[in-house]
């Protein structure tokens, strides 16, 4: 599969990366990319993966990597991928100590590990394990995986979300499925851990609703959201506040404004971001190294960074604003290098300094 790869303003060396300003960093692909993760890894500074988004059986997930010193990015390899990843994501090591992992979500959770043994380190082209809850049973229907979420604390632990209405709680270590409950009353979209917290995730579902777990306790959760009737549109994605585990993002179905849930006071949101989006939001990102900072992504070709430093005062308007090439399908803010965020639209991601 060709792809072509451009930058900006020339090359640079690792430590002007993060002291150059207005850089915009583009990797062009041959079709459509969705789904998008950063390499956690403190060795591999830079480095992203990211699937198709084909209406086939086969898709590709592809890892790349800039070369800060030349402007150019590197490919790491690819590997093909049974219909498009709903989402993927890397292991969080931040000692570089683990295997080199990559996640994947799609009719099954997956497991691609990295090869040490390589230069650069090229990603295998078959998976380490499928990680499947029917496995052994007489179960031959695979009900679809919406998202995932890799616990920060306990990397050994990764959450999933099914349209089934279950969050299945698997052991990356065994390969087996730890527990699973039944979060919501309908499809359940998005499934996150709480930051600070190893044992404590939220989901959001197609019943509209927000809900919040205690894997020490499984048999009770607390609704801290409904969306409001009659039709209580349904809750798409849900993302916590990294450095304030008392809020937590999320978005309803064809709304082009962003909630803030503080988890101390239920039922109303804390704060709305609206007004300033002109399309549905597709993506909302958490600042990884700041608790008053979000950034929101749409159809309009916008990415927008909030201040919400003013709160408990309403937020008016964005602090910033980029406007790319088409709507915007994914955004992620790396935890490695928390100056840069990368945005996806069309057959094009962008990489920018913020």
């Known amino acids: 599969m060709a792809a072509s790869h451009t930058t900006s303003e020339g090359s640079m060396s690792e430590e002007q990366a993060d002291e150059c300003s207005n850089e915009i960093y583009q990797y062009d692909h041959s079709t459509t990319i969705y789904s998008m993760g950063w390499s956690q890894r403190p060795d591999q500074p830079f480095r992203l993966a990211f699937g198709t988004f084909i209406e086939d ?7 790349i990597k800039l070369q800060a010193s030349t402007g150019t990015w590197l490919d ?13 994501g890397w292991i969080p090591d931040h000692t570089a100590t683990r295997p080199d992992l990559i996640a994947t979500t799609g009719d099954y959770l997956r497991l691609w590990e990295v090869s040490p043994d390589s230069d650069p380190p090229m990603v295998k082209q078959k998976p380490k394990c499928i990680l499947d ?15 995932f979420d890799w616990n920060q604390i306990n990397t050994n632990i990764i959450g999933t979300s099914s349209i089934d209405t279950t969050c299945t709680i698997w052991d990356v270590e065994t390969e087996q499925a730890k527990t699973q409950v039944i979060a919501h009353d309908k499809e359940v979209y998005d499934i996150g851990f709480q930051s600070n917290h190893a044992e404590i995730f939220a989901s959001v579902g197609a019943d ?23 039709y209580n549109p349904p809750l798409l994605r849900l993302a916590w506040n990294q450095k304030d585990e008392h809020f937590i993002a999320t978005m309803s179905m064809d709304s082009s404004g962003c909630l803030i849930l503080d988890t101390r006071f239920p039922s109303r949101p804390a704060a709305e971001l609206l007004g300033h989006h002109t399309g549905v939001l597709n993506a909302v990102s958490w600042a990884p190294h ?56 069309g057959t094009q991601m962008q990489m920018l300094r913020v």
């Open 57 to 63: 059986y086969t898709n590709k997930v592809s890892v």
């Open 76 to 88: 790491c390899g690819s590997f093909d991928h049974p219909y498009p990843p709903t989402k993927l």
């Open 133 to 147: 809850s029917n496995k052994g049973s007489d179960v031959k229907f695979c009900a679809p995986l919406t998202s």
């Open 208 to 230: 509209g609703s927000l809900r919040i777990f205690d894997l020490r306790i499984l048999d009770q959760s607390t609704i801290l959201y409904e969306t409001p009737g009659p």
């Open 290 to 345: 700041s608790p008053c900072h979000i950034c929101t992504a749409a159809e309009d070709s916008q990415a927008l960074i909030w201040d919400l430093s003013p709160f408990p005062d309403p937020i008016d308007r964005p602090a910033l604003a980029y406007t790319a090439g088409a709507e915007i399908n994914q955004l992620q803010w790396s935890t490695l290098q928390p100056s840069w965020i990368a945005i996806a639209f």
